[in-house]
């Protein structure tokens, strides 16, 4: 395939990718919550390597934080944090907005990688000269479903670190494999010193598939010895011993363990109860073989998938997981199966896996292949065993399917080369047609992902596009008339794309049909949970505060939880702006990101429904109250004052009335 044909396919797929990434906008640094959070982890990380310390910063990661030895930590591989290191040391501005960005730089890795491997896999392949146009037809379909019809198209969805760790997990092992077969064809120092930089690579990203990465450069080694090559199976070695470094050290400075984060350390393992029955189930971790049968068949059914009526058409199961042996799951989202959306390279992969086999004896390309697909055994193993199942997982199949499909697609060139030219045809069309789906699937997948993951989605965007109508009047939404009738279990959510409204208008929700966190609000109304206020600074800059709300638990769910919290609003002498929320246990102050001596606006909800106390400022989220607020959400209920105004020298308040909604009754 000639250069220049190389160029234009991936100018197009890039266009394509970041079309999805962006919602078709120039906005490069979108995040998916808008004040930044999931989105910053790799910045806050940055910050702290920048500082000589691993710990991040008391509260910074919020729940999702490990607390080792009084300190915390993030879980993730610690690569996309070095990225940003250049950036944040000579400007803050880009903190927080980087996330898009370092996808697309891994998306862009992984893609060049994959292609580069899968032309020397194609290398090897003898076509009749008449029939050249199967090659390249095949050729390009199977680049098409690498870049656009994989997991790693569906990741392009949620801007936040989730997504982020994944997709440079998957295109540094990539990288190792494409390197690894330059190795294997011609072992120079330069490949092998390339080799061992794409395997430390790997094993800073994603601990499951640098393991993978590691392990068959280890065998390969073994491999050398037993062949007599001594001095290429040291070099192995020694980028071996490069690559346990890499995996085993940050480990242990963080949580004093060879490999991966202590389970029960993090704070989120320490309130949740779910969390707290899996961990107890699985023995303190997330790994056990009983989770086995749900989680294969969630992956792999061929069936995985559902059609909508609505844009973008294409999404998850309208229903759970089916859970097998009484498992108990941290959390089983509504997951796409790999061959119902990645269908293209799942099917060339099964082709890929029965030629290498069949021909391992006789044929070195086979051997070859199989070894490289071996690098993924490891993270698809434990995402087999693993207790929790969610869409972005699907990423961990990649590794092992491109070596195998790109072997798939060269056993179908040699198969079309000598069929009549009719059949070779057909099956062009077929597998493009298959091509199409895959990419059509993961696309739709990023599309609603992006809408529907977090409440700063914009899941009232998508219900505007869907043309669904005004939900305040239409006849379609569902109307709760208190909070309990939107109460659900995690076995049993409501169905997804539900528009309910409680109350009186107080508010419209949409569900994801998902097992946490179902009810993103569209819009909110009249209700006595949400309160606007118009903050207005007076004279020179001074320290002032403000009492804006209180809110007290009727019956907290634990007795050691807080049933009393008090909101400020604070400046200083430099006209700095911040919120303060106190508890019987302590205060937390949220920093605000407006200019001094700027009036804003104050929006404050303690949403019964979401079960979130949040904080609007100027239309956007800036702040989500800390996790012990959930005390307020119980059956009895929460009790709020919001003052109609309020003052403290340099400090006035005044609430805002209620939006008016064109609301049916």
């Known amino acids: 395939m000639s250069r220049k044909l190389g160029y234009v396919q991936l100018t ?44 991040v910063p008391k509260d910074s990661l919020g729940a999702e934080a490990f607390i080792v030895g009084g300190k915390e930590h993030l879980y993730f591989g610690i690569f996309p944090a070095l990225l940003r290191m250049p950036v944040l040391l000579f400007s803050d501005s880009p903190f927080g907005h980087l996330t898009l960005v370092s996808c697309f730089a891994a998306w ?63 295109a540094a092992a990539t990288l190792f494999q494409w390197r690894l077969c330059r190795l294997l064809l011609d072992p120079s120092t330069r490949n092998h010193v390339w080799v061992g930089a794409a395997l430390l690579l790997a094993v800073l990203n994603r601990p499951t598939l640098g393991l993978g990465c590691l392990v068959v450069l280890i065998a390969l080694a073994i491999w050398r010895a037993r062949q007599r090559l001594q001095r290429e199976a040291g070099r192995l070695l020694a980028s071996c011993a490069v690559g346990v470094v890499g995996l085993v050290v940050p480990n242990m400075l963080r949580f004093g363990r060879f490999f991966g984060p202590p389970m029960r350390s993090q704070i989120l393992s320490q309130i949740d109860d779910q969390r707290m029955r899996m961990l107890r189930y699985a023995g303190d971790d997330f790994v056990d073989p009983r989770y086995l049968p749900t989680n294969a068949l969630a992956y792999l059914r061929p069936d995985g998938i559902s059609i909508s009526r609505h844009f973008p058409f294409v999404g ?79 990423a961990d199949f990649v590794v092992l399917i491109v070596p195998l499909s790109a072997m798939g697609c060269a056993q179908l060139i040699r198969w079309l080369a000598a069929a009549r030219a009719s059949r070779s045809i057909v099956s062009v069309v077929v597998l493009a047609t298959v091509v199409l789906w895959s990419t059509v699937a993961n696309a739709a997948l990023a599309v609603s992902s992006s809408y529907l993951t977090g409440p700063d989605g914009g899941a009232d965007e998508l219900v505007e596009i869907q043309r669904r109508g005004n939900f305040w009047t239409s006849s379609s939404v569902q109307r709760f008339a208190t909070i309990s009738d939107f109460d659900f279990t995690r076995t049993d959510p409501p169905a997804p794309e539900t528009i309910a409204m409680l109350g009186q208008c107080a508010a419209v929700y949409l569900s994801t049909g998902e097992p946490v966190d179902p009810w993103i609000a569209l819009a909110y109304g009249a209700s006595d949970f949400r309160q606007e206020f118009a903050v207005s600074p007076v004279g020179r ?105 309020a003052s403290d020298g340099g400090l006035n308040v005044e609430a805002v009335p209620p939006p008016t909604t064109d609301c049916r009754s």
């Open 12 to 55: 197009l797929c890039s266009l394509v990718y970041l079309s999805i990434a962006t919602r078709f906008s120039a906005d490069l640094g979108r995040t998916q919550y808008s004040n930044g959070a999931y989105s910053n982890f790799f910045d806050i990380q940055a910050k702290a390597l920048l500082r000589g310390h691993l710990a």
């Open 108 to 170: 862009l890795l992984f893609v060049i990688s994959a292609w580069k491997l899968g032309d020397m896999v194609l290398e090897h392949v003898d076509a009749h000269p008449q029939r050249g146009w199967v090659r390249i037809a095949l050729g390009t379909a199977w680049r098409l479903a690498v870049a656009l019809g994989s997991p790693m198209m569906m990741l392009a969805g949620p801007a936040w670190a989730f997504s982020e760790a994944i997709m440079w997990g998957v």
């Open 541 to 645: 800059p001074a320290f002032a505060s403000v009492l804006v709300a209180t809110f007290d638990a009727v019956q907290p769910q634990l007795p050691a939880d807080p049933d009393h919290f008090e909101l400020r609003v604070n400046t200083d002498a430099d006209g700095r702006v911040s919120l303060q929320l106190a508890d019987e246990f302590g205060v937390v102050d949220y920093p605000l990101t407006v200019t001094p001596g700027d009036a804003f606006t104050l929006t404050v909800t303690s949403d019964p429904v979401r079960e979130r106390m949040f904080f609007d400022i100027n239309g956007s989220t800036a702040h989500f109250a800390h996790y012990l607020t959930r005390s307020l959400f119980t059956d009895a209920g929460q009790v709020i004052d919001f003052p109609d105004s």
């Open 316 to 394: 998850p199961p309208s229903g759970l997981p089916t859970v097998s042996l009484d498992a108990i799951h941290d959390i089983t989202y509504r997951t796409p199966s790999i061959s119902a959306t990645s269908t293209a390279l799942v099917l060339l992969a099964v082709v890929g896996a029965v030629a290498a086999v069949r021909h391992v004896r006789c044929d070195r390309l086979a051997r070859q292949v199989l070894l490289l697909s071996a690098a993924g055994v490891p993270a698809v193993a434990t995402l087999l065993v693993w207790g929790f199942i969610a869409p972005r997982y699907l």
